[in-house]
């Protein structure tokens, strides 16, 4: 499950990409098949595509900065854990397939917020 702004040509658009692997069915919601970035702030994401909402959080803030760079220089911060508890829900029509909580996650963020309408 990504989120990223992506530059290409002059301009920057919000990119997504995931895949959901459920009960051998594959469900992909990317930007080129339609999917937005509907909400994200601190770690937490929700995606939607048509009839389809993916959605991850983090059940406490990362607190874990690192350097990262812009234009040659150390000056950005992002936020990560290469181990933390994350949950997850995914829902197509309406209908949870899914939702739980793993330890077995990890998290990379830049505080950057997409609000709700």
Not at 31 to 54: C, D, P
Request: proline fraction near 5%; aromatic fraction near 12%; charge should be positive.
């Amino acid at each position: 499950m990504s989120v990223a702004d992506v530059p290409i040509a002059g301009f920057d658009f919000r990119g997504v990409i995931s895949v959901v692997l459920w009960k051998g069915r594959q469900y992909r919601l990317a930007t080129y098949l339609g999917a937005k970035a509907v909400w994200t702030q601190g770690g937490k994401i929700r995606i939607a595509q048509g009839n389809m909402e993916l959605e991850a959080w983090p059940p406490e803030e990362i607190k874990s900065p690192l350097k990262a760079p812009v234009n040659g220089e150390m000056k950005r911060t992002i936020h990560e854990s290469a181990a933390c508890r994350v949950r997850y829900r995914f829902r197509k029509a309406g209908r949870t397939f899914f939702s739980f909580t793993t330890d077995q996650a990890s998290v990379e963020y830049e505080r950057i917020s997409v609000r709700m309408p």
